[in-house]
Each structure stands twice: as structure tokens, then as C-alpha cells.
């Protein structure tokens, strides 16, 4: 099923306000937007060492969908000033993967989840992969629903070919970076033909 966006403008309390709708087979979400935060750099600096924050998300879904990601708890964090030479050397990840349980728990925690979750029900991910310089940082883990990870296929193939574009010189790694972490859902669709 593809992705359907609407777009919506409109006055909330005297505020003007773009509400984006995107449905899709896992169910809905609707991002708000103030004009400010549309605004915002459409790369952020190579040397942030946090995602900006652009807009609320709420997700209705079904039972088998992810859970929303919230920025307030998950606003993405990656490795400063990370050498593209050492990001694109076969098996960098193996070198940087290390989330502790200590990590895991707290990240549950934030999410209200109990711990530990019930076996098999949850994992751990990055928002922004280890392989576009994403960090272990808790404000770069979520928890993402194991009944959820066929779906994580199309994030997963989307973050390989990221990667491929950097190490490639054919995208700037803060701009892979944005897109997996803000906007990957629609970049997929555009981009990648199965």
C-alpha cells in the first residue's frame, strides 16, 4: 500500500498551523506544524550533535504497528565529527554497537514500558543507525514493537542505501541523517523502487 500524505492549513487558537496526514497499511499519523518549524534547515550542521526537533506526532495505529517515536524522549544524537573513512570501513558497526541493559532499561522506562518487556514483544533501535553515525545515546534509542520489524524491512533498506550514497560522495551524511530520521517513510517511497 502506498503512502498517502494530505496536507492542511488552518488557525488553532490564532495560530496558523499545517497538519500533514500520512496513512499507510500500519494506520495513521498526524504531524503538526507551525510556520517556524517548517522553517527549519533542511540539513542539519555536521558538527550537531542533536536532530532538531520540528514537529508533535501522534500515531494511531494498529496493534501490530510501530509505536511513535517522541522527539521530546528520542530527538536522535549522533557521533561528532565523525570521519567518513572510518564510518564506511566494513564492519564499523560491530566496533560502536554498545547499548547497555542499563540504557535498555532507562529507555523502556521513558516509553512507559515495564521491564523487562514481555519476551519477544520489543527491541531497542537507533533512530539514526549506527551506520549514518547515529550514537548509543538514550536520545537515539526507541523501543520498536518485534511485531513490527517485517515492516522495519523498508527503514533497514533505507538506511543501507543511505549509507551507500555517503560512502559513494553521492549525498552529504547530515542530510541522510535528516531524511532517516525525519522523513525516511516518504523518501522510500519516492526513491526506491522494489
Known amino acids: 500500500m502506498k ?17 500533514g496526514i500520512s ?17 527549519i534547515r533542511q540539513t542539519p ?13 501522534i500515531m494511531v495505529s494498529t496493534p501490530s504497528a510501530e509505536i511513535a517515536i517522541n522527539p521530546q524522549l528520542t530527538p ?3 557521533i561528532k565529527d565523525l ?12 566496533t560502536v554497537r554498545d547499548v547497555s541493559k542499563t540504557t535498555k532499561k532507562n529507555v523502556y522506562e521513558l516509553y512507559d514500558i515495564s521491564y523487562p518487556p514481555p519476551e519477544g514483544e520489543y527491541v ?10 547515529g550514537s548509543n545515546s538514550i536520545k537515539n534509542l526507541w523501543p520498536q514493537r518485534a511485531a513490527s520489524l517485517d515492516g522495519s524491512k523498508e527503514k533497514d ?12 560522495g553521492t549525498m552529504q551524511l547530515p542530510d541522510a541523517q ?15 523502487v522494489d
Open 3 to 19: 503512502v498517502k500524505m494530505i496536507s492542511v492549513t488552518f488557525a488553532l487558537l490564532g495560530i496558523v498551523c499545517v497538519a
Open 23 to 39: 496513512l499507510n497499511a500500519k494506520g495513521f499519523s498526524i504531524n503538526l506544524s507551525t510556520p517556524e518549524q517548517l522553517n
Open 45 to 57: 550542521q555536521p558538527s550537531a550533535t542533536q536532530i532538531p526537533e520540528t514537529a508533535e506526532t
Open 76 to 78: 536522535g544524537d549522533i
Open 83 to 94: 570521519p567518513l573513512d572510518l564510518l564506511c570501513m566494513t564492519g564499523y558497526t560491530k
Open 124 to 133: 531497542i533501535d537507533h533512530l539514526i543507525p549506527l551506520e549514518l553515525g
Open 157 to 168: 533498506k533505507a538506511e543501507h542505501i543511505l549509507h551507500d550514497m555517503v560512502c559513494q
Open 178 to 192: 535528516y531524511i532517516i530520521s525525519h522523513d525516511y517513510d516518504a523518501w522510500y517511497e519516492r526513491n526506491i
